[in-house]
Structure formats: C-alpha cells, structure tokens
C-alpha cells in the first residue's frame, strides 16, 4: 500500500512569490494535516481537514491556506513567501480526525517538501 | 501555553550502551503522548500511551507515561548505529472536534560502531 505522498519533493522559492504543495493520503485515511518543520525544530501544527471542513488552525498568518479535496487529498498554498518559510513542510493523515479511538488518529507522515526561499 | 519539552537535545553514545529519552509536558484536555523517530524526513510511528504505569515495548525499544508528573521516558537498549536518528515527543490537545499535536524539538541521537 501506498504511503503518504507529497510533491514536490524539493523546490527553491524567491520572496515574494506563491509557492502550492500537494499531498495524498493513505487509502481510506480521511483527515490531513500539515506541519512546518524548521531546521532544528519539531513539527509545528499548521491545518487539519477531515471530511473537506477545517478541522484546527495553527498560528501560522493568512498566507498560509489550505484545502481539502472529495479525494481526501490536500493542498497547501503559501503566499508572498518570506525568508522564514524555508522549511520542511509535511503531511500527515490519519483515519479520523478527532473523534473515536486514539489509535485512529495516529498520524501517518509523508516524506515531506523541503521548500527553500531565497 | 501548551508546551513539550524534551531532553537532552542530542546525545553521542557507543553501540551497545542504554539510553534514556525525556519528554516533560504541559498541555490541556491531554489525549495521548507519541514517539516518532525521524530520521531522514517522515517521522515514523513509534509508540503512544495513554494510561500513566503501562509499559509501551518493541524490541529494544520501551515506552513509560507518568501522567502524574506530566513526563515521559523512552529507553533504547543495546544500541545499534541505525538508531541513529532524531526521536520526537508528541502529545495529543483534545480540542473540540480535532486533536492538535504539539511536537518537543526532539533528541538527535548519534550511535557511534
């Protein structure tokens, strides 16, 4: 079975441009949520989206949007790219998104997109 | 604020010895607290815990929540390079209808042959 997949895998960036991210999901996982993982740092909670509906928002600005397709896969687009955006960004799914069992929301990693802004 | 902290942030041991990770919390409507080891970039599922005193173990891996004290530890026995990694706490905020991770920086572990 596939895994979590995400594209691209790499990509450099200029300031000031929009940069967009794509993942899918295990088969039969229904929520997704992004991370932004700086040099260092752990992952830090950007969306989740269970069922197409926002589910939680991190502190991240407006630039940062998202959406959820009927396919359960995601997107992730950054606007007006900063310096500071350059991370690893990853997916994560997961069954459910909140709700039922705690083994059900054990979330599942892609390999992530290293974005660089120059 | 909702906080993990975890420690040490990097250790260099020899294959063969035992180490010790820590994984101190402070967060609210505590769900659950995870272990993932990463090691290149996706993070690989470990373990989770949920109840305080049960033991969480795979192989030379093992797993103890102390809800009491608001900490975790996960012990490595008999080393080996490949488990050579970063290794990060997460713990569960049950909020509302979604549960938020919160991940510490994580412990960068270099097993030396």
């Known amino acids: 079975d596939a895994g979590v997949t995400q594209s691209p895998t790499h990509l450099i960036k200029t300031r000031g441009q929009h940069v967009t991210l794509r993942c899918s999901p295990i088969?039969?996982?229904?929520?997704v949520s992004w991370y932004q993982q700086v040099l260092g740092q752990g992952p830090q909670f950007i969306f989740q989206y269970y069922e197409k509906e926002e589910r939680g928002r991190g502190n991240f600005p407006d630039r940062f949007s998202a959406r959820q397709f009927p396919n359960y896969s995601s997107e992730l687009n950054v606007n007006a790219l900063l310096l500071g955006d350059s991370a690893l960004y990853l997916c994560?799914?997961?069954?459910?998104?909140?709700?039922?069992?705690?083994?059900?929301?054990?979330?599942?990693f892609g390999a992530g997109s290293r974005l660089t802004v120059l | 604020e909702d906080k993990v902290v975890q420690s040490p942030l990097s250790l260099v041991v020899h294959e063969g010895d035992t180490v010790t990770l820590n994984c101190s919390y402070e967060v609210t409507n505590f769900r659950s607290l995870l272990w993932y080891k990463q090691e290149k970039k996706a993070p690989t599922f470990l373990f989770m815990l949920?109840?305080?005193?049960i033991e969480k173990k795979s192989g030379r891996l093992s797993s103890i929540l102390d809800k009491k004290e608001l900490f975790s530890i996960l012990n490595i026995t008999a080393t080996q390079t490949g488990d050579s990694a970063v290794y990060l706490c997460a713990v569960i905020h049950r909020r509302y209808n979604f549960n938020k991770f919160y991940f510490g920086s994580g412990t960068k572990l270099n097993v030396k042959p």
């Open positions: 088969s039969g996982h229904k929520s």
């Open positions: 994560a799914s997961s069954y459910q998104g909140g709700q039922g069992s705690s083994g059900a929301n054990v979330l599942t």
């Open positions: 949920t109840s305080s005193g």
